[in-house]
């Protein structure tokens, strides 16, 4: 049976989506690795959406592995913790995976892995509310499925919105990337405990995870860890194979029936969402008390010799990590961080790895799609299809080609999330997303 | 150094296959069992009055675009697949020499692909189908040639045939009594029509094999059921409510009114276009509602036998209109006033 408790009416899912081949057999079956300790590591104050962080070391200063180095700028905000111990030799903007310059912290690895002083904590289970959320703020922890959204915000919703629901989102519907399906089967007990402690913030006691079909392994792996959990009830359920599954508002749909308003958030229907990894870490971060200083990376796609899945130290140059996977084939064509789908083109291997990070994937020049050359909208319709968000695609683009950006949020311009499932299927190859973030870029919501 | 020739771009990274010339060629394809049972019916005039038709869309696709400046797209598949469908609604007997008729489909090529497609700013710009907008324009300037309908021989070198009315042209005249005596009986009508062994346009007598392409393009996604299915409904209630000659309410044959005419032709392969139809699916269904509306109103009440061809050309009018009031539901809409 490929899920434990629940729905016998079939699959769960949304309406729209697209199936892109899903690549994920170059990495499925490779156990999670530890990276070469980086001899320097790059460590930007802003990893998150949010304030950035405002730097609490100076030049020169030694430090611990885990010491918080910049302390949170504001309410939506993460602070940031060196991931080795060694000196601070450089402070100043370095270009993150977006291509903008940030405030970065450089420090340079002793090698001898001190840590700073955790405090453990083996009874978590009898922690208030409070207590956890505090052990959380202070790890630093964002979401870590891709938009890096400070997970204290999403745990501490205003009094008139209460929470009932808490999934726990094991779609990882990006094709390629094997990060929370290689921790789900490796980790399976630390992340459903890590449910758990969502669940007692918000004092409910039924919780969910949400696994694609197409991961049965982890499906089992799951169901086997949540069914021995006494007192508390964790359903884990199947869902349809499609992208963007793992995307907050469809996985909401596909497992409550709920509908998140337009522009609206998960928590206005009573539910929070979080991905497998950030489960993983508010887990270490309430057992043991580390901050998140590393995080697991699907290193891979065909233009990289050997494709791997590892666990790394946040600030690690992203050459690092090529190096290690055997390096670039001869006929690279583009080199992204996170996933094809929504995932960034980087112009440069001389990045970090951050927290958001999930993916480092290499696609020969044969799998680049070329969009220079794009062609008119022939207005059949498969863009609206298989829109997840119901909106018209094709219209967003012709508006914002035209320069008609205002005109464009009479389309709901602002509904966009940007999955990328409109320029995926669109016959023209023209570049919709790109459209409508310039329109974004010239208009207020 | 391979970094410094990496390629950066917005995502998504991946694409699917899809590509406007492939669906161009797939829907050409799809018309090829029409087109072989026109040549078995109409003999090698029907293959000639169509080749002309796609010779001269395409070249006037490619003087257009030369004269105008634009990037050469006859290879996308377009230009060809507009040529072979108003081949497909012309009579056969316009490859004759006496009369001479041969600039007939050359001047509805030209006006198909540069007036209607080009002039309105090319592929996807188009407001009407350029297919169709050729056939009305040659209907209202050579009517008496647009009319000449041969008698379908199966014999596949005949060059002489004679000349017959429609069986919409028949109905609309003369009434069902008189098209049941015409082909024998009841079952043999309803399957000479399914056949195609009829006059009529080049692609539009042989219903079964228009079926069978349209069904291909169904299993391929290609076209969707909304447009046809409430197009053919529509004329099929309407037949049947007001088909009637004298007989009063409830009494006409809708079988016979979807059978005969471009009506399946035109349902499955012109009212779906793309480019000048709803791209909402609530949309379309109105769309076909409406084609199905105007061509039963032409049939039983205008002055022509046949309406599919103005019916589209004049819910295109509207398509503009349908997509603007008729959208996609924005989800989580419903509840966004609580905010």
Known sequence: MSFIKGNFLGLLTFKGGIHPPDRKELTKDKPIGEARPPRTVAIPLSQHIGAPCKPVVTIGQEIKKGEMIGEPGGFVSAAVHSSVSGKVIAMGEFPNVMGRMVPSIVIENDGKEEWAILKDNPDYANLSSDELKEKIKAAGIVGLGGAAFPTIVKLSPPKEKPIDTVIINGAECEPYLTVDYRLMLEKPHEIIEGLKVLMKVFGINKGFVGIENNKPEALRAMGKAASETQDVEIVVHALEVKYPQGAEKMLIKAITGREVPARGLPMDVGVVVQNVSTTFAIYEAVRYGKPLIERVVTVTGEGVRESKNLLVKIGTPISQLIEECGGLKDSTGKIIAGGPMMGFALSSLDMPVTKGTSGILVLPEDKVVHTEEFGPCIRCGRCIDVCPMGLMPSMLSIYSEKGFYEGSKEYNLWDCFECGSCAYVCPSKRPIVQFIRLAKSLTKP | ?339
């Open chain 2, 1 to 339: 150094m391979k970094e410094n020739t990496v390629i950066v771009s917005v995502s998504p990274h991946i694409r699917s296959e899809e590509t406007v010339s492939h669906i161009m060629w797939t829907v050409s394809l799809s018309l090829l069992p029409a087109f072989v049972m026109a040549i078995y019916f109409f003999g090698p005039r029907a293959l000639f009055v169509t080749a002309l038709c796609i010779i001269s869309s395409i070249l006037s696709e490619y003087f257009v675009q030369k004269a105008m400046k634009k990037k050469i797209t006859i290879s996308d598949g377009s230009a060809f697949l507009t040529g072979l469908l108003l081949g497909l609604n012309l009579p056969a007997s316009l490859w004759s020499l006496n009369p001479f008729t041969l600039h007939v489909p050359i001047i509805g090529s030209f006006v198909a692909i540069v007036i209607t497609k080009q002039l309105f700013g090319g592929l996807g710009y188009n407001i009407f189908n350029p297919a169709l907008i050729g056939r009305v324009f040659l209907m209202a300037s050579w009517p008496r040639a647009m009319t000449i309908w041969n008698e379908p021989t199966a014999a596949f070198l005949a060059f002489d045939a004679k000349t017959t009315a429609t069986p919409l042209g028949i109905l609309k005249e003369e009434g069902t009594g008189r098209l049941i005596e015409v082909f024998g009986d009841r079952v043999n009508l309803y399957t000479q029509l399914l056949i195609g062994h009829r006059s009529g346009s080049i692609g539009e007598t042989s219903i079964i094999a228009l079926l069978i392409g349209a069904s291909f393009l169904l299993y391929k996604r290609y076209i969707t059921w909304h447009i046809p299915a409430s197009f053919l409904g529509t004329v099929a209630v309407l037949a049947w409510i007001f088909g009637g000659k004298g007989t009063g309410l409830f009494t006409g044959d809708p079988l016979l009114h979807l059978l005969s005419g471009g009506l399946i032709l035109g349902a499955f392969f012109m009212a779906t276009d793309y480019v000048t139809c709803p791209s909402v699916k609530t949309g379309q269904i109105l769309f076909g509602i409406g084609c199905g509306a105007l061509t039963m109103l032409i049939r039983l009440k205008g002055g022509y036998p046949e309406g599919v061809m103005f019916a589209i050309l004049l819910m295109n009018c509207f398509t503009p209109l349908i997509d603007r009031s008729m959208r996609s539901k924005v989800f989580g809409a419903v509840k966004v006033k609580t905010k």
